[in-house]
């Protein structure tokens, strides 16, 4: 079939996005799901950092790709082996696919999938296959997803359905910020009843973090950000007190459990330094490869402290999309809050822009039911 999406041909574009027009809105031709796999018709798709670290080449990946990763859609065709979902079933797509047998995947999580994570760095979908085509020749999945598109042939242990009751842009939210933010802190910050959690970096995730931080009615629940429009956004999301870098660590400021959810050396050495005395740090953020921190040994040492990388959040997504959906059901995870904008594909260079100038929270791209 035909399809309409977001291609980004080469790597390292210069700003302003909206002049350079990194995206390019084309016509691809997508071939029917082979075994394991599904056809979807997107409805909704978010934009994350991990689809901008990929257009300014802090995370090279293969071109052409259609970028896209946190998505959600309904079902439109099953392929052959694929006999749980149905035509019309809204999917939530999970952008680091569990094969269920490689080491990674017999750790509740912690570990990634190897397979999944050799398909991801090569722009496959989990077996192996590329099924999008664009004028001039196999144009690469990103992530197993490719979810800025009309449709998208995915896997199915890329995607978790959910029940009708979640709208479209709140389920595509649940499937990366809100697995990263609040794997982060659930899965591997695992804090305790009365604990202080504190979010360093106000984005999709961190933010993310903080109303599951919340959610869990533990302690107080801190952001921390350098700027001041998602510092008031936090406070009005029930952060009980919020600071810049600067100030948090000149008031001293220590906590059990740390998120840093910014992807920057900076945040992620603020992070470490608010981290409490047998405190742990968890850090979800994707820096450059090239990255370098500077933290003390002793201090780790002597106060016994914990440093962790959680990839999206530590999830297993069968496990944990529901759990969310839940909570937001509950009315105790306000997930729609996340959203900062609802925008249309033709406007994503735009969003870009808006995204690396920290202007943004979630942007999503809502497609039409046609």
Not at 46 to 51: F, K, R
Not at 128 to 150: I, K, N, Q
Not at 293 to 309: K, N
Not at 316 to 328: G, K, T
Request: include cysteine.
């Amino acid at each position: 079939m035909i399809i309409q999406g977001a291609v980004l041909d080469r790597i390292g574009a210069e700003r302003p996005f909206r002049e350079t027009a990194p995206l390019k809105i084309i016509e691809l031709e997508l071939d029917p799901p082979g075994p394991g796999e599904v056809l979807v018709r997107i409805e909704a798709a978010g934009l994350c950092h991990s689809d901008l670290s990929v257009v300014d080449g802090n995370r090279p990946r293969p071109t052409p790709m259609l970028l896209g990763h946190e998505a959600a859609g309904r079902v439109v065709e099953t392929g052959p082996g694929v006999d749980d979902l149905q035509p019309g079933q809204r999917v939530v797509m999970a952008f680091l696919p569990r094969c269920g047998e490689c080491a990674g995947c017999g750790t509740d999580g912690r570990l990634p999938c190897s397979v999944g994570s050799a398909a991801n760095n090569g722009g496959t979908l989990l077996g192996g296959e590329r099924r999008l085509r664009g004028p001039e020749g196999p144009v690469h999945h990103h992530l197993g997803v490719s979810g800025f598109a009309t449709h998208a042939v995915i896997n199915r242990r890329s995607m978790v359905p959910v029940e009708d009751d979640v709208p479209p842009d709140v389920a595509a939210v649940l499937g990366c910020a809100m697995l990263t933010g609040g794997g982060a802190v659930i899965n591997a910050g695992h804090p305790s009843a009365g604990d202080t959690v504190i979010v360093v970096g106000l984005g999709g995730v961190g933010m993310a973090a903080l109303i599951t931080a919340r959610s869990l009615g533990l302690g107080r629940v801190i952001g921390v950000d350098a700027v001041p429009e998602k510092l008031a956004y936090a406070t009005a999301l029930g952060a009980d007190a919020v600071y810049r870098p600067d100030e948090a660590l000149a008031a001293g400021l220590k906590a059990p459990v740390v998120i840093e959810a910014a992807g920057n050396v900076r945040a992620f050495e603020t992070a470490v330094a608010l981290t409490g005395i047998g405190g742990t740090t968890v850090t979800v953020g994707l820096p450059a490869p090239t990255a370098q921190a500077t933290i003390s040994p002793l201090g780790l040492t002597a106060e016994a402290r914990t440093i962790t990388g959680s990839y999206l959040g530590s999830a297993v997504p069968s496990r944990d999309i529901p759990r969310y959906a839940q909570l937001w059901r509950d009315g105790r995870l306000p997930v729609e809050s996340l959203i900062s904008s609802r925008i249309t594909l033709d406007k994503i260079n735009i969003a870009l822009d808006e995204l690396a100038d920290g202007h943004a929270i979630r942007q999503v791209i809502i497609f039409d039911e046609a």
